[in-house]
């Protein structure tokens, strides 16, 4: 076994082990955009013998339910999707905004979208949503890493850990916005165990130069190595709340 497969091998079983630790076994909705993240958490979890649904939201032709479709004609798992109603999605992003209380567009763009993934998880009986957050923050998903790249291992290691720091208070507004329809969002890949042992993976296995616009290198390997499908683990990184074209149709309604 060469060094990059041992790297893989570690990185998968950290996966898995993190989402036995976390994850109840029984049936899961998971938050799919057909993003590498998402769709490498829901072949890892099916893989491991969960009972695996698909939710996907966004507003009518959006990039992440065309995606999604796109993806899941490869991976054919249960698939149910929730298009936005834009007629009245300024009173719920108000409602939102005043439950969390903060100016934070991403915040408040993020819980927006999850309200709407637990309307649906809770439409289908399901409880527990599983999402990939942490892949971005942890494996240099952003392109604020391309700017810190320059500045070497410290400067990106400043940004991971903001970036971790925000992650983590944000999807505890999230479980807020969530909990009105007793629906839990986990993040197996936010745990402390994780988070501990991807800081040790070298950075070069996570992007490569100021220049790098795919990044998560290693991710993507690992996803193609268990058979993620390909559009997926080449697919650059679209946010969710771009994906599903909430951050357009939330400026518009300010």
Avoid at 54 to 79: A, Q
Avoid at 97 to 122: G, M, Q
Wanted: hydrophobic share 40%; charged share 25%; net charge neutral.
């Amino acid at each position: 076994m060469s060094n990059m497969d041992l790297i893989n091998q570690t990185l998968l079983e950290n996966i898995q082990n993190s989402i036995s630790e976390i994850v109840p076994r029984k049936k899961i909705g998971i938050a799919f955009s057909g993003g590498v993240d998402s769709t490498l958490v829901s072949k890892i979890c099916t893989d491991m013998g969960f009972d695996v649904v698909l939710l996907t939201i966004g507003f009518s032709e959006s990039h992440d339910i065309i995606f999604s479709k796109e993806v899941n004609e490869c991976l054919n798992y249960s698939h149910h999707i929730l298009e936005i109603d834009f007629e009245t999605f300024p009173d719920i992003t108000s409602n939102i905004r005043n439950v969390i209380d903060t100016d934070n567009l991403s915040w408040n763009e993020n819980c927006i979208a999850f309200h709407y993934v637990s309307k649906l998880a809770k439409n289908l009986n399901l409880d527990t949503v599983i999402t990939g957050n942490g892949i971005d923050e942890l494996f240099c998903g952003y392109n604020a890493y391309r700017e810190a790249f320059s500045g070497g291992l410290t400067k990106i290691n400043d940004v991971m850990n903001l970036k971790l720091d925000n992650e983590l208070k944000m999807m505890k507004a999230v479980n807020v916005i969530a909990s009105e329809f007793n629906v839990k969002i986990l993040q197996p890949l936010l745990s402390t165990k994780f988070i501990e042992y991807a800081k040790t993976i070298p950075i070069s296995e996570k992007i490569h130069s100021s220049d790098d616009l795919y990044r998560k290198h290693i991710i993507r390997k690992l996803a193609n190595d268990i058979g993620v499908p390909e559009i997926s683990c080449t697919k650059r990184k679209k946010a969710l709340q771009y994906g599903s074209k909430i951050h357009k149709s939330l400026l518009k309604t300010r």
